[in-house]
């Protein structure tokens, strides 16, 4: 991710990388974000399948990319540290989303709440805890930066 924000002068303001996908917060200078992406996908790619002595894709299809309306930084944010409690067990699936968003669950339990912290609090591979002051963050998270 430094090579990639420093290549393509890009700032990353919050990432999460899933088992099959991954997320991205960015803020692009150039119009290169299609170059930038390309790069991406091939060098980790790459660098996965030699590290772990395997071959073939590890993602499927081609990004997709929002432009984001001003503004709306910390609600993406919300939506990418929020992937790993996305699963059925601490209810924060589409579906139940759907579900909540129409007021026909109710909130979560103080328990409930707990967990999902300390799954995100506990995820290594997403930009959560350095903006949480878990840890420092890697050098190359533009936290607070735009």
Do not use: C
Not at 45 to 70: D, I, K, P, Y
Request: glycine share 8%.
């Amino acid at each position: 991710m430094e090579e990639f924000s420093e290549r393509f002068r890009l700032s990353v303001h919050a990432y999460v990388l899933m088992e099959n996908h991954y997320h991205l917060l960015l803020q692009t200078r150039e119009a290169n974000l299609s170059r930038a992406m390309q790069w991406l996908g091939v060098t980790y790619t790459g660098r996965f399948n030699r590290r772990h002595r395997r071959s073939g894709h590890l993602f499927q299809g081609r990004f997709h990319a929002v432009v984001m309306e001003e503004g709306a930084a910390a609600e993406v944010s919300r939506y990418v540290h929020l992937n790993p409690v996305r699963v059925g067990a601490l209810r924060l699936g589409k579906a139940a989303q759907q579900r909540s968003r129409a007021g026909m669950i109710d909130k979560p339990d103080q328990d409930l709440v707990r967990q999902r912290l300390k799954r995100l609090g506990e995820y290594r591979w997403s930009s959560y805890r350095g903006y949480t002051g878990r840890e420092a963050g890697p050098r190359w998270l533009a936290r607070n930066k735009r």
